[in-house]
């Protein structure tokens, strides 16, 4: 069964380092996401992607975040410089077509800032 | 107050117990989403319904869209259903964005 990957599935780095989480979507799918939660807290929705372009976004994902589809099966979250209270999994998340379907989660990266 | 609000946030229960856990909204959806959440941290999709209910194996979700309010039946409980169940809302917005509850962490003992 198609499912979506996420690498690394944990990543260590310095505050103010810059960090790159990678996502392959499932194959077909349209819509891509990024999703992050705190330790102990519950999950929220950073960024949504379609059309090679940012669909949506939250107040979270300020200008320290970009994402990006460099090709046609990588889907990236770049942390620009990385601050303590960004640690936290990340998942990615993709779906086949409009918000009324299914979202497939990776397995997530946890990202501990030090 | 919270968008989507989950109920009990922890329970533990006996193998073979029946199981309920709610969910409540207060914004226009589109969609309701129960997710599962293991030990691990991994997501995985159960059920989407924006009407009536829907049923897989032992779990079964039911939606009231005019209470606003879902439920998540596991029928027959095992250990192996320990984890942590999530609640989601598709907004009637458009936005994709699933909004999330805090989860109900679930504990079955043998």
């Known amino acids: 069964e198609p499912e979506v990957t996420q690498t690394p599935s944990h990543q260590v780095t310095q505050m103010g380092q810059e960090v790159i989480l990678r996502c392959v979507p499932i194959s077909n799918h349209l819509y891509f996401y990024w999703y992050r939660q705190i330790l102990g807290q519950k999950v929220e929705f950073l960024v949504s992607f379609y059309n090679n372009e940012i669909s949506e976004k939250s107040e979270i994902f300020d200008d320290q975040f970009s994402v990006e589809r460099p090709d046609g099966s990588n889907f990236t979250l770049k942390i620009r410089s990385t601050k303590l209270e960004d640690s936290a999994m990340y998942f990615c998340?993709?779906?086949?077509?409009?918000?009324?379907?299914?979202?497939?989660f990776g397995p997530g990266t946890r990202l501990l800032v030090l | 107050k919270n968008e989507v609000e989950q109920s009990p946030q922890n329970l533990t229960a006996q193998e073979g117990e029946f199981i309920t856990i709610n969910c409540s909204y207060s914004?226009?959806?589109?969609?309701l989403h129960w997710l599962q959440q293991h030990p691990g941290g991994g997501i995985v999709s159960l059920f989407m319904?924006?009407?009536g209910k829907k049923k897989h194996g032992r779990l079964i979700a039911t939606i009231n869209i005019q209470e606003k309010h879902s439920s998540l039946h596991i029928t027959a409980s095992h250990p192996r259903d320990s984890a942590v169940y999530i609640c989601?809302?598709?907004?009637?917005?458009?936005?994709?964005?699933?909004?999330f509850g805090s989860g109900t962490r679930l504990q079955v003992q043998p």
């Open positions: 989601a809302a598709s907004r009637d917005t458009g936005r994709r964005a699933l909004t």
């Open positions: 319904l924006s009407s």
């Open positions: 914004v226009g959806i589109s969609a």
């Open positions: 998340a993709s779906s086949e077509r409009t918000n009324q379907e299914t979202q497939y």
